[in-house]
């Protein structure tokens, strides 16, 4: 029992590890959230805890850009709701890795389910699929304690959001116009997408995105991009089966 709670520790910490190079490009992004927030007049307490609840940063960006421009409540919850349409396929994804677990987890690591936190996991479980495959005495819901390893990434990533929406919302007024924070956002999905081409998956999820996003440029709206989003997940997930078909 206490070689499965230090087996579970070190999970979590490898999790907190290596998400934590991605703060890099988080933190500018929250603070910009905080920043906008207040610019759209949404109150400080409101907003942070949107990003405790929501918890989906590129939303809850664009939620509070779209109030500032006086949108109504349909335009906004359409706009959120295909942003945020990517998550399914997320959990798609990452379903028979944690099928075998209890409900509870399962709703946890549901919550912390994000781009960040699951480029960071989904690797780590695929690397290791591969593995057991060879080694399937390890395989066993007792041994497999990677789902510790995603909470301690979607854990790091859920408190350097509540911190870096806190900075936003305190300090935002105070940091000067010429430093641009903007470019956080292109960074950090540059940043996963480093991370998800060392895979088979996430090469063919990134070809096909990016076709889809030239094929789809004329779409009002930016619905472009949620086309060639929707696209390059399932290319990636329909790698992941066939390769696991030709183990």
Request: include cysteine.
């Amino acid at each position: 029992m206490a070689h499965t709670g230090t087996s579970a520790r070190r999970e979590f910490l490898a999790g907190c590890r290596d998400e934590a190079p991605l703060l890099l490009g988080v933190a500018p992004f929250g603070m910009i959230y905080g920043i906008a927030a207040l610019a759209a007049g949404v109150p400080a307490w409101l907003a942070q805890l949107a990003s405790a609840i929501v918890f989906a940063g590129a939303a809850q960006l664009v939620i509070v850009q779209m109030l500032a421009a006086g949108a109504g409540f349909i335009p906004i919850a359409l706009t959120s709701g295909l942003l945020n349409l990517r998550h399914v396929l997320y959990s798609a994804s990452m379903a028979e890795y944690v099928r075998h677990l209890p409900r509870r987890w399962r709703l946890l690591l549901a919550y912390v389910l994000t781009d960040e936190a699951y480029a960071v996991a989904v690797l780590r479980y695929q690397q290791r699929h591969a593995a057991a495959a060879d080694h399937a005495e390890h395989t066993n819901a007792t041994a497999d304690l990677r789902h510790w390893y995603f909470l301690g990434a979607g854990f790091t990533l859920w408190a350097g959001w509540q911190l870096s929406t806190a900075a936003g919302l305190l300090f935002g007024t105070t940091i000067p116009p010429e430093w641009e924070l903007d470019f956080a956002v292109p960074l950090t999905f540059i940043a996963l997408l480093t991370l998800l081409l060392r895979e088979r998956a996430g090469q063919a999820a990134a070809l096909v995105a990016g076709l889809g996003a030239l094929a789809f440029a004329a779409l009002p709206y930016k619905l472009g991009l949620v086309a060639a989003i929707v696209l390059g997940l399932a290319a990636g997930a329909w790698t992941v089966r066939r390769l696991e078909q030709a183990r």
